[in-house]
């Protein structure tokens, strides 16, 4: 049984986390981060990551190819892909994407990955809602 609701959702969020990251890259996401994460590291001693733009980005990069390589196990409905797609619709399409929002609101200006939030928000929803079925 072919599951394209579920197979779908999938793929429309892979789609639209590599859009995210070359929203991010195209708009110096990483140069805020690290100064972010220095910062963390320096005030709190919390071993936060602290990223070149080759392992960001090829790790990225990587990752949505990996989603879209499993794109077949998510049209055929594999049970541990929905539990997969159950965490990363939380946690990256829900939680990034507000997250990208929340920062633009309170700096009042357009952070880094903004201006792709919703499309992952969106399809984030999508790929939870279709869990179900």
Excluded: Q
């Amino acid at each position: 049984m072919v599951h394209w609701n579920f197979g779908l959702a999938w793929l429309a969020f892979a789609l639209a986390l590599g859009l995210h990251t070359a929203d991010e890259a195209r708009h110096n996401f990483l140069s805020l981060y690290n100064a972010n994460a220095l910062a963390i590291r320096r005030r709190f001693h919390v071993p936060v990551p602290v990223f070149s733009l080759p392992v960001w980005l090829g790790g990225l990069i990587a990752a949505v190819c990996l989603l879209l390589l499993l794109s077949p196990l998510a049209f055929h409905g594999a049970r541990w892909i929905r539990i997969a797609a159950l965490l990363l619709g939380l946690l990256i399409g829900i939680g990034n994407g507000l997250w990208h929002i929340a920062a633009s609101l309170a700096c009042r200006r357009k952070m880094p990955g903004v201006l792709s939030s919703p499309v992952l928000l969106a399809t984030g929803a999508w790929l939870l809602l279709s869990c179900r079925t």
